[in-house]
Nanobody, 114 residues
Framework: QVQLVESGGGLVQPGGSLRLSCVASGTFFSLYNMAWYRQAPGKQRELVARIDRSHSTNYADSVKGRFTISRDNAKNTVYLQMNSLKPEDTAVYYC????????WGKGTLVTVSS
């Protein structure tokens, strides 16, 4: 069964950094567009960053210049490097495979607090 497994979340102080990883099982990882979403308490899930098969990227305005999405197709992994973290970045971060049907990981919690 194909799965997405996120890791790398945790507690970090404002201004700190974290790197999230998402490992995909199964084959043909390189053929899929991948994305990171997040959901803060009481809010809707929102797109954070997306990377397509050609490694083109796009970002939510709120994270531009601070977050970087990348992928390593040899490792079936997509990353989210998060720098200059703010308390408003606190959320559960989910990995997503753009496919039919779409595929979601279970999420990893990021808490930004002093």
């Amino acid at each position: 069964q194909v799965q997405l497994v996120e890791s790398g979340g945790g507690l970090v102080q404002p201004g700190g950094s974290l790197r999230l990883s998402c490992v995909a099982s199964g084959t043909f990882f390189s053929l899929y567009n991948m994305a990171w979403y997040r959901q803060a308490p009481g809010k809707q899930r929102e797109l954070v960053a997306r990377i397509d098969r050609s490694h083109s990227t796009n970002y939510a305005d709120s994270v531009k210049g601070r977050f970087t999405i990348s992928r390593d197709n040899a490792k079936n992994t997509v990353y989210l490097q998060m720098n200059s973290l703010k308390p408003e970045d606190t959320a559960v971060y989910y990995c997503n495979r753009e496919s039919t049907p779409t595929l979601w990981g279970k999420g990893t919690l990021v808490t930004v607090s002093s």
